[in-house]
Structure formats: C-alpha cells, structure tokens
C-alpha cells in the first residue's frame, strides 16, 4: 500500500468529487449563518438545515449579480458544485447561484430594505418633487416590446396628443433590469430632456417585478431633478421604487394619467374661463355706461357754455389788470434808472475834467503827492480832451518847499 501525503490525499479525494457529474451541478435548500461579506467580493456563508451544515463560498464574480440582500436565517436556493479545497482539507459548496426561498423570504428582504432606505429620509414627504401641470415631454422607461408601453402612449394619446413622448427602452426583469433601469433614470437627469418620467411595467410575480427593488435605483430616483413617477405591475403590487418615486400609480396607464391633463377637462374649464370673462366685461361695461350717462347730465357738462364765457370774462379781466400793472413797474424803474445815472455821471472823473482839473499819473499810477515824484520824472497828464507826456523840471509842496 502506498504512503500519501496529505496533499496527495486531498488532491485525490477532490479529483473524485470534480469527476461526479451529479456532484458538480447540485441545487441546495437551505438556511443561511455566519454569513460574511468580504473586502473582496467573495461571499462566504454555512448552509444548514435541522440536522447538517456545509461551507459555502460565492466568488465575487458570481456574487455581483445578486439583486437582493444576504443575511443569516435567510432560506435560499442555491446553485452549484460540492469540492474539497485541497489546502484545508475542508469539503465546502462552491455557489454559482443564489435566490431567495419562496416569497417569504422575498418579503423579508423588501421589508428590511424599505426600513433601512426610509430611515435615511428617502421616502420622506418633503423631498417629494411636484409634477409639471403642463409637460411638454414625457420620459417613459419601460421595455419597448411590453404592454406598458401601449398602455402609456394609448393613455397620453387620447388625454394629452400635444405632449412629446421620449421612450428609453430597458429590460425590465432579469439581473440586468435593475442596472438598465438606474442607467436610464440617470441619463435622463443628466441630459434633462424631459419635464416627468414614468417608470415601470406590467404586472409580474415578485420574482419579475423584483428589479424595481433595487437599492441603486431607489437612490437614484431619489437624487434625480426631474419629477418621476413609479407605475410597476398591477394595483395590489407595490415596490421600493413606488416609496422612492415622487408619485406613484398602480400601473403604468394610471401614471400615465397622473401625468396628464384631461384635454377634454382643459376644454371644458377654458370654455367656463372665457364665460366668466364674457359675462364680467359686460358688467364691468354697463356699470362705465351708467356712470358716463350720469356724468353727461352734470351741470359742468351740461352747462358748459355758460361757464366757458364767464371763464373767458374773468381771464380778459385779469389780463387787462396785468398789463396795467406791468406799464407802471415799467415807468417806476425807468425813473430810478435816471436819477441812479445822474449820480453816477456827477461822480465820473470825466466830469471834474471838463472843469478844468487834470489827473497827473506815472507808470499807470494816479500820482496823490509830489513826494512820489521826482525831478526829470515823466508823467502823463489826463485832461478831458486827451493827455500829456511831461518831465518834471520843479517839485514845490503846499508850503511852498522846493
């Protein structure tokens, strides 16, 4: 008998299990514990029932595609390979595939994550955007081949032909839906091309409809600008995108009413509008009549003629007496103007002239005593018919001093 090591050993045990056929390719009912979410993606977790357990792993390729959270006492489905890992010796399930078991467990995962996206105020009252009365385009997010589609356009159709219906066409059911769906909620906030979006589709079994659970769209329609509406499945369907949206409808033709005004309805009110505003001009214009009737029969109206003259009268009177006035101003100033130029002709140096006085200067200045001036000085004299350049030959003062 040969001596193994214990490598050898469990290489050849591992070998045994990866050749079964039925062993690498096995569907597991069970209850998840010690679950773990590690740094790297990997996912490591014991499955159990009443009476076994076996360690399980999921790569983080495999783990990326889950829509919905893990946690201990979950019963799950699960998918995959039994093998040895030959470094521990440890038997353990290698997981591919993972789902929650029956809609209890579904259920359970809604309700945790509706309690933790609440807490954080996703849901809350205030922070719900109001929708456009009048949208000039529509954002519809739901699959292009669905029924949701034509009920939406066939609704907007007959409510509201003027409004632009922009279609982003998205899987809505399958792991890549969820993506596809926050993909689209945020293109359209990015390139603002709508005033509301309507996201959802046909009724489903909570399997199908699960996609519009998904945490990254919740928080994406939360953060969005635009006002969206949530119409997924049938009346008695409810998902996390309803509480995240700003309005929800219980299917995708009631949010493609809410969205709408009634064409008829706006008819009808602008019909009542222009009634309204008939029938208050024609007051408003009978109440001018009857005043502007009263008004004509007032005596300043009627009795304006007479009034005119009168005016007349009292304006020509008051003329009259106005120019009166101004003719007298007028010989009063012309008095003053006279006696103030006589004062001023007296006072002139020219008039002392022309009484045989002389103004006796040098250099431009008035000469007042002979002890300015010295003797071969020159200076001008002014008489009242002109002026002479003279040198001083004597200077003699009152007292008769040279």
């Not at 209850?31 to 360690?55: A, C, F, P, Q, V």
Request: glycine share 6%; net charge neutral.
């Amino acid at each position: 008998m040969p001596i193994l090591t214990v490598t050898g050993l469990n290489t050849y045990v591992n070998s045994l299990l990866e050749e079964n056929e039925f062993l690498n390719d096995i569907t597991l009912q069970a209850e998840i514990s010690n679950y773990k979410n590690h740094r790297s993606g990997h996912r490591y977790m014991t499955l159990k029932d009443e009476e076994s357990s076996i360690s399980a792993v999921m790569f983080a390729g495999n783990a990326s595609r889950i829509r919905f959270p893990l946690e201990d006492g979950m019963r799950v489905i699960v998918r995959g390979r039994a093998a040895l890992y030959a470094k521990t010796g440890q038997y353990q399930l290698y997981i591919s595939d993972i789902r929650p078991d029956g809609i209890g467990a579904l259920s359970m995962a809604f309700e945790n994550l509706k309690k933790r996206l609440a807490a954080e105020g996703l849901f809350d009252r205030e922070h719900k955007k109001p929708l456009p009365f009048l949208p000039e385009r529509i954002g519809v997010i739901t699959s292009d081949t669905g029924a949701a589609v034509k009920d939406i356009c066939e609704v907007l159709a007959r409510r509201y032909p003027i409004g632009e219906i922009i279609l982003c066409p998205v899987l809505v059911q399958g792991i890549n839906a969820a993506p596809e769906l926050t993909a689209a909620i945020e293109k359209f906030d990015r390139l603002k091309c709508a005033d509301v979006i309507i996201i959802g589709r046909g009724g489903g079994s909570a399997e199908e409809l699960w996609a519009f659970n998904d945490e990254k769209l919740a928080r994406a329609i939360y953060k969005c600008s635009i006002p969206v509406v949530s119409g997924v499945g049938h009346q008695i369907d409810t998902t996390i995108c309803d509480y995240a949206a700003d309005a929800a409808a219980p299917t995708p033709s009631a949010a493609a009413e809410i969205i709408s005004p009634d064409e008829g309805f706006l008819e009808s009110t602008l019909s009542d509008c222009g009634r309204k505003l008939v029938s208050v001009m024609n007051n408003i214009l009978i109440r001018n009549r009857l005043h502007l009737e009263s008004l004509s029969k007032a005596f300043v109206l009627s009795k304006g003629k007479n009034i005119t003259a009168q005016r007349m009268i009292r304006l020509e009177m008051l003329s009259n007496a106005l120019n009166s006035q101004y003719k007298l101003y007028l010989q009063s100033s012309a008095g003053r103007l006279s006696a103030l130029a006589a004062k001023f002709d007296a006072l002139s140096p020219l008039k002392v002239l022309s009484r045989g006085y002389a103004a006796a200067s040098k250099d431009g200045q008035i000469i007042s005593s002979v002890k300015d001036i010295g003797i071969n000085d020159r200076i001008n004299v002014r008489l009242s018919d002109g002026s002479l350049e003279c040198t001083v030959n004597e200077r003699v003062d009152t007292d008769g001093k040279a």
